[in-house]
């Protein structure tokens, strides 16, 4: 198969976040979507980020955390529990990883 075969446009993709604490605590799932493909500059940024600082965690996910008509959820005005956000982190992480 040839590479050219692969490139695409990247499409929103929706994650669910459904353990038990969080069907627990909101009653339901909680939805958001991210791209299924990341440009290269994204993907090297969250490859070199530094876990242990909070700020550049956040900075990089808040590009790939969006609603389903892919706009950025995480603004300089609207920040979810930490709890909520890392799992958002682990799945947006997860699913760079495949």
């Known amino acids: 198969m040839k590479l050219s075969e692969l490139a695409r446009k990247p499409q929103l993709q929706k994650i669910t976040i459904d353990d038990a604490e969080i069907i627990e605590r909101f009653g339901e799932p909680l939805e958001f979507y991210t791209w299924d493909r990341q440009p290269m500059d994204v993907f090297i940024k969250m490859a070199a980020v530094d876990s242990s600082n909070y700020a550049s965690v956040i900075g990089t996910v808040r590009t790939l955390v969006?609603?389903?008509?892919?706009?950025?959820?995480?603004?300089?005005?609207?920040?979810?529990?930490?709890?909520?956000?890392?799992?958002?982190?682990?799945k947006v992480v997860e699913g760079l990883g495949k």
């Not at 969006?66 to 959820?73: A, C, M, N, P, S």
């Not at 979810?80 to 799992?87: A, E, K, Q």
């Open 66 to 90: 969006l609603d389903e008509q892919g706009k950025e959820i995480l603004t300089d005005d609207a920040m979810l529990p930490t709890s909520v956000l890392m799992r958002v982190i682990s």
